[in-house]
Nanobody, 122 residues
Framework: QVQLVESGGGLVQAGDSLRLSCAVS??????MGWFRQAPGKEREFVAAISSSGGSTNYADSVKGRFTISRDNAKMTLYLQMNSLKPEDTAVYYC?????????????????WGQGTQVTVSS
């Protein structure tokens, strides 16, 4: 069983930065990813990282602004978010896919955290 707990969300202004963390219990050498869901919208892919950390994928909307990373020794996944925009406002979820990854498709993920709110004011 894998459990995930996100933290680091908050209220910031446009242009600010935030770093989200996802603490993982259980085995960590799986592909992991970040997704987000804004009110009234589908949950969408943000970023993914392979089990080794050597490969990553990003949604076009965050490419160049967000960076996904992992520290398997600390059993933690990160999402560094820079140059935040109001349209980045959403609940952010981390997830585990029981494969090597990186994995983009939402329905391939097996375990999900409860989410952390990120609000970006203009």
């Amino acid at each position: 069983q894998v459990q995930l707990v996100e933290s680091g969300g908050g209220l910031v202004q446009a242009g600010d930065s935030l770093r989200l963390s996802c603490a993982v219990s259980g085995r960590t050498w799986y592909a992991m990813g970040w997704f987000r869901q804004a009110p009234g919208k589908e949950r969408e892919f943000v970023a993914a990282i392979s089990s080794s950390g050597g490969s990553t994928n990003y949604a076009d909307s965050v490419k160049g602004r967000f960076t996904i990373s992992r520290d398997n020794a600390k059993m933690t996944l990160y999402l560094q978010m820079n140059s935040l925009k109001p349209e980045d406002t959403a609940v952010y979820y981390c997830a585990v896919d029981l494969s090597l990854g990186p994995t983009i498709a939402r329905y391939d993920y097996d375990y999900w955290g409860q989410g952390t709110q990120v609000t970006v004011s203009s």
